[in-house]
């Protein structure tokens, strides 16, 4: 045969042999191209190579080069027609595996309330200086709310104009209970369960019938914290404050300001002061727990001493934030929250 005849053929057999793999639609379809093209026994190419003996001796060596020449493109046009049946079936696979049931994933449109961050931060903080966050009822019996702290029957703190009491019988019973006015109930609570030492902070909803301005809300949050043990003096309430200014603030230089004042449950009491820009910001009540309330908890108050402190969570948010109106915090405007 002339070896042009040869070089031909085997062109030819390129052309289709590629076509064919080129086409198959599935791996049936390949399986059985390449059994017509590559297979061992009758397989086109080996057809070719046997028709090799017929070429002229001295055209032997320039046929045998083109022959692997073209060997090699169909075996690659069959590799490359695998691969692409394979890919295919993969990503087929995965479309099955799509669950359009499956809720989608929305960008982020949810932010924590500031007033849930700062009580995350506070706990986080107090947390670190050893006080354990505890829970208490917002609704409270007259008991925890002013009896045990040292607020008799006569006092002007428990005037009806200036809670929010419940109907006794909405109630269900007989004792009068109200919306908690103050976080300090759950210092009460903690000591009649536990003995000494307590070492505990307190965050939660107290509410007043107060009409909303930019400083006032009928509902706002408190931090309560409260120190019992054996010789707990103010300078312990005093460090403890500033840690917790300096930790919150992240001010390193903050400075604690005590001024005389009356709390029926602490002697003496202060009010606390914070240093803040080049002023000072109040923050809040503390003092020392008063005997009486050691005692109507059956602590025995020549043994131990402690100091209680009730912070507003708003005030201190609000100036860390630069927030001028606490109702800001609850009118629920999303341009408003959304900062945080
Ligand atoms: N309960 C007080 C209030 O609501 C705040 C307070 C003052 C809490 C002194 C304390 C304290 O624990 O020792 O205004």
């Not at 109930?185 to 509410?207: A, F, K, N």
């Not at 001493?305 to 005030?315: I, Q, S, Y």
Request: with cysteine; aromatic share 8%; charged share 25%.
């Amino acid at each position: 045969m002339a070896l042009s005849d040869f070089l031909a053929q085997l062109e030819q057999l390129a052309v289709e042999a590629q076509a064919a793999f080129d086409s198959a639609a599935d791996s049936d379809a390949l399986e059985a191209a390449r059994i017509d093209f590559v297979g061992a026994k009758q397989g086109r190419l080996k057809a070719a190579q046997k028709g090799m003996g017929q070429v002229d001796g001295p055209d032997k060596p320039a046929a045998g080069k083109k022959f692997n020449e073209v060997k090699q493109a169909v075996e690659a046009a069959f590799e490359a027609a695998k691969q692409r049946l394979s890919d295919g079936a993969a990503t087929q696979a995965s479309a099955q595996r799509f669950d359009p049931t499956l809720p989608g994933h929305l960008p982020r449109v949810g932010h924590t309330h500031p007033i849930t961050q700062t009580i995350a931060d506070m706990k986080e903080i107090m947390g670190r200086l050893g006080f354990a966050a505890v829970e208490g009822p917002e609704i409270e019996d007259e008991w925890h709310n002013f009896e045990a702290l040292n607020i008799p029957l006569v006092h002007p703190a428990r005037d009806p104009l200036d809670n929010f009491y419940l109907a006794a019988a909405q109630a269900g019973g007989n004792d009068t209970l109200l919306l908690r006015s103050q976080t300090s109930t759950v210092q009460i609570r903690v000591m009649e369960q536990t003995p000494p030492p307590v070492r505990i902070i307190s965050l939660g909803r107290v509410y007043r019938p107060d009409t909303a301005d930019d400083t006032h809300y009928p509902m706002f949050h408190q931090i309560e914290g409260l120190l019992v043990a054996p010789g707990v003096t103010m300078a312990d309430l005093k460090s403890v404050l500033r840690m917790f200014c300096q930790s919150y603030f992240g001010e390193q230089d903050v400075h604690i300001r005590f001024r005389p004042s009356f709390f029926p449950f602490t002697e003496p009491s202060v009010e606390v002061d914070m240093s803040w820009q080049a002023g000072w910001m109040e923050m809040g009540g503390a003092g020392m727990v008063d005997p009486n309330v050691l005692r109507a908890v059956g602590y025995d108050a020549d043994e131990v001493t402690g100091f209680a402190f009730g912070l507003g969570v708003e005030r201190i948010c609000m100036r860390r934030h630069g927030i001028t109106d606490i109702r800001n915090l609850y009118t629920n405007d999303v341009r408003f929250l959304e900062q945080f």
